[in-house]
C-alpha cells in the first residue's frame, strides 16, 4: 500500500512539474492575477498553450521565432504572451478556449479575435504587423514632408466603434476607377463593445433590437445541438466586436417571446435589420457563420463605371445592378434597405453611367432600374425590376420577391452550403434535383444549364403579355446533387435509387411533396422537353404529388403543428383559449357520462328480464 502511495505521489509530482513547464522562450507567461493588468495597455498577442497537447509542443519552435522576431524591434507595437491552461484552466474557459493552441487578439484590455490562420512564421508575422500599434512619431523628425500614418489595421479586423457610412452618389460625383464602397446601412455606434453574447429576456428583447442589427439564437438547455452550438455561438460573438451585436434566448423560460418571433425548432438563428427579420439557414460551423456574419454586419453597394462591368460580372455567377439618375440618389438607399435581405450574395451593384443605360436600352425618362445578370454573361441581364419612386409596402414586397426570385444561378449544384439556402428559401421556390451518377458530374452540369436557360427564356416568352406559363407561376431552380454523397437522403425522400443514369423529380419542399412523372405520365427524362412537360403539368395543376415522408413522419408532423398552434393559441388568447378546453373537457365527460348511464340503465332492464324468466 506504501508502495503504491509513493508511486502515486510520484506521478502528480512529475504531471505538476511538466503542466509547469511552459513552452515559452522571452515572452510573458500570463497567470489570472495578473492577466487583465498586464494586457490593459497597448496590443496583446497571447498563446493559450497546454504542456500535454502535441500540437503546442510542435508550435513551440515557431513560436519563440515569432517571440524573438518581434523582440529586436525598436518599437515592434505587439506585446506577446502566454497562457498555461493546465494550471489555469478557468482563465482560459473565461477568454473562450475551446482548443489548443489558440491565440486571442486583444487591444487595451478588450478582446479583438482569435487567429484563425496558418501557425507558420512569416503567417503570423504579417497578422501581427497588420495589427500591431506603432507610437513612432516620424513627424517630429522635421522634414516638413507629409509622413505616412503608422500601419493601418486591415478593414476586415478592424474593431471600429462608429463606423461612418460613405457619402451617396449625386449628380456630382464621378464614379473613381477604382470601385469605391457606398455603405447604406445604419451606423452601428458601440455595436457589440464587449465582445459577448447577451441573454434577453421579454423586457430587453426590443431595445436590444433597437441599437442596431443583430444575430440572435433561439435554444433550449435540453436540446443535444443546442449545446454542441453554444461554444462556437460564444467564439462568434467575440469575434464580432464592434461589428455586431449577438445575442441568444432560452425559449424554456421564455416560451412567449419564441413563440411570437416564430421559433419552430431547436436551435433557430435570426438576423434582425431594419425592422425586417431573416432565419439564418446556413451551416453552424464557426467559419459558416462568421461568413454569415462579416457579410451581413457590413453589406455594402459598391459603384462602378461602364467599364468595369464586364470583369465584375466575370468575377460573379449572379449580381444585381442598379442604374439610377444622378439627381435621384434617395433610390439607392431605398434599394439598399430592401437588398439588405441578400446579406451580400448576391452583391448589388450602383451606376449613373449613360453608357450602361444606353447599353441595356433601358426606356428613356426612367429615373432607375434593376438588372439581374447571371452565369458570368454580361451581354444581356436575365431579369429587369423598375422600382417605384414612391415608397410602399406593395412595392417593397415586390422588389424583395424579385431579388429572391433571381438570386440563383441558372442551374448549381445542391450541396450542404447551399442546401438551407435554396429549399427554405422565402419565395418558396419549386427544385428540380437531377441526382447524378459518379463520374457525370460536368455532363450533367452542363446539360442542366442548357436545361434551366430554355426554361428561362420560355416564360420570359410567356410571361410578356401576361398569359402561358410563365404567368403567375412560381420560381424554378435548377439543381444538381452529386449521388455518391447525397444517396441515402434521395432515396428516403424522392425514391431515387442509385444508377447509371441521372434521375429527376420536383420538389415542393414547402409542402413536402414531389413529381416524378412528366405531363405524358412518364419518368421525367433528362432533356429540355420531358422537363417543361413535367413543370407545365405542375402548374397547371394536373400533375400528382408524392409525399415525401412516410405515414408516421406525417402523423408526427401533423401531432407536432397541432401543438404548436395549440401553444400559439394560449400565448395570444389564453382566456378564450382555457374556455374552449374546459368546454371540451365538459362535453367529453358529459358524453361519456350519457354512455356509461344508458349502459347501466340497460344492463338493469336485463337484469330483472331475466329474473322474470326463472322457473323458481
Request: hydrophobic share 40%; glycine share 6%; charged share 20%.
Amino acid at each position: 500500500m506504501k508502495m503504491f502511495q509513493s508511486l502515486l505521489s510520484f506521478v502528480v509530482v512529475l504531471s505538476t512539474a511538466f503542466a509547469t513547464a511552459a513552452p515559452t522562450a522571452a515572452s510573458n507567461v500570463l497567470t489570472p492575477q495578473n492577466f487583465q493588468e498586464t494586457i490593459s495597455q497597448g496590443v496583446w498577442f497571447v498563446e493559450h498553450f497546454s504542456p500535454y497537447c502535441q500540437h503546442c509542443r510542435k508550435f513551440e519552435p515557431t513560436w519563440n521565432e515569432v517571440v524573438a522576431h518581434f523582440e529586436n524591434m525598436p518599437d515592434p507595437g505587439v506585446h506577446l504572451a502566454q497562457v498555461n491552461c493546465a494550471l489555469n484552466g478557468d482563465l482560459c474557459n473565461d477568454n473562450g478556449v475551446t482548443g489548443y493552441p489558440q491565440m486571442n487578439l486583444y487591444r487595451n484590455g478588450e478582446f479583438v479575435e482569435s487567429y484563425e490562420s496558418d501557425r507558420e512564421f512569416h503567417f503570423l508575422v504579417e497578422y501581427l504587423d497588420a495589427h500591431a500599434d506603432s507610437q513612432v512619431v516620424l513627424e517630429e523628425e522635421g522634414s516638413g514632408e507629409d509622413v505616412p500614418a503608422p500601419v493601418p489595421v486591415s478593414t476586415e479586423q478592424e474593431a471600429a466603434p462608429t463606423p461612418t457610412p460613405t457619402p451617396t452618389p449625386t449628380s456630382t460625383s464621378t464614379p473613381s476607377p477604382t470601385a469605391e464602397r457606398l455603405v447604406v446601412q445604419t451606423p452601428r455606434t458601440g455595436a457589440n463593445p464587449a465582445g459577448t453574447v447577451v441573454s434577453l429576456d421579454v423586457q430587453t428583447f426590443d431595445n436590444f433590437l433597437a441599437r442596431g442589427p443583430a444575430f440572435v439564437k433561439f435554444f433550449a438547455p435540453w436540446c443535444g445541438h443546442c449545446k454542441k452550438l453554444a461554444p462556437t455561438w460564444v467564439k462568434l460573438g467575440r469575434r464580432m466586436q464592434h461589428k455586431l451585436n449577438v445575442a441568444e434566448v432560452d425559449c424554456e423560460q421564455y416560451k412567449a417571446l419564441c413563440t411570437s418571433q416564430g421559433v419552430t425548432g431547436f436551435p433557430m438563428m435570426f438576423y434582425y435589420a431594419h425592422g425586417a427579420k431573416t432565419e439564418y439557414t446556413g451551416g453552424r460551423s464557426y467559419d459558416q457563420l462568421i461568413s454569415f456574419a462579416d457579410k451581413a454586419s457590413n453589406p455594402t453597394m459598391q459603384v462602378i463605371d461602364a467599364p468595369e462591368l464586364e470583369q465584375v460580372v466575370r468575377d460573379n455567377a449572379v449580381l444585381y445592378l442598379l442604374l439610377h439618375d444622378a439627381s435621384n440618389p434617395q433610390i439607392v438607399n431605398d434599394v439598399a434597405k430592401s437588398s439588405h435581405i441578400l446579406l451580400g450574395s448576391p452583391p448589388v451593384f450602383v451606376s449613373t453611367s449613360p453608357v450602361l443605360f444606353r447599353k441595356y436600352n433601358v426606356r428613356q425618362n426612367t429615373p432607375s432600374v434593376l438588372l439581374a445578370f447571371k452565369d458570368n454573361d454580361a451581354q444581356e441581364p436575365v431579369a429587369v425590376f423598375y422600382p417605384s419612386p414612391t415608397s410602399s409596402p406593395q412595392h417593397a414586397d415586390a422588389l424583395n420577391t424579385w431579388l429572391h426570385t433571381n438570386r440563383f444561378p441558372s442551374s448549381l449544384e445542391l450541396s450542404k452550403n447551399v442546401f438551407q439556402q435554396v429549399m427554405y428559401a422565402p419565395h418558396k421556390p419549386l427544385v428540380l434535383i437531377v441526382a447524378t451518377p459518379q463520374g457525370q458530374r460536368a455532363v450533367v452540369s452542363d446539360k442542366l444549364h442548357e436545361i434551366a436557360t430554355k426554361w428561362r427564356l420560355r416564360t420570359q416568352r410567356t410571361s410578356s403579355d401576361g398569359t402561358g406559363v410563365g404567368a403567375g407561376t412560381r420560381d424554378v431552380v435548377f439543381t444538381w446533387m452529386d449521388e455518391g454523397q447525397w444517396g441515402k437522403w434521395m432515396k428516403d425522400m424522392y425514391g431515387i435509387k442509385a444508377g447509371t443514369e441521372p434521375e429527376i423529380v420536383v420538389a415542393d419542399h414547402d409542402r413536402l411533396v414531389y413529381y416524378d412523372k412528366d405531363g405524358t405520365g412518364h419518368a421525367i427524362s433528362f432533356n429540355s422537353v420531358s422537363v417543361a412537360s413535367a413543370l407545365e403539368a405542375i402548374f397547371a395543376g394536373t400533375a400528382r404529388p408524392k409525399e415525401s415522408r412516410n405515414v408516421l413522419e406525417r402523423v408526427i408532423n401533423s401531432l407536432n403543428d397541432t401543438l404548436v398552434y395549440l401553444e400559439r393559441s394560449i400565448v395570444a388568447h389564453p382566456y378564450r383559449t382555457v374556455l374552449v378546453i374546459l368546454t371540451l373537457i365538459g362535453v367529453v365527460a358529459m358524453a361519456l357520462r350519457s354512455m356509461f348511464t344508458d349502459e347501466s340503465v340497460d344492463w338493469e332492464a336485463e337484469k330483472r328480464y331475466a329474473k322474470r324468466g326463472r322457473l323458481d
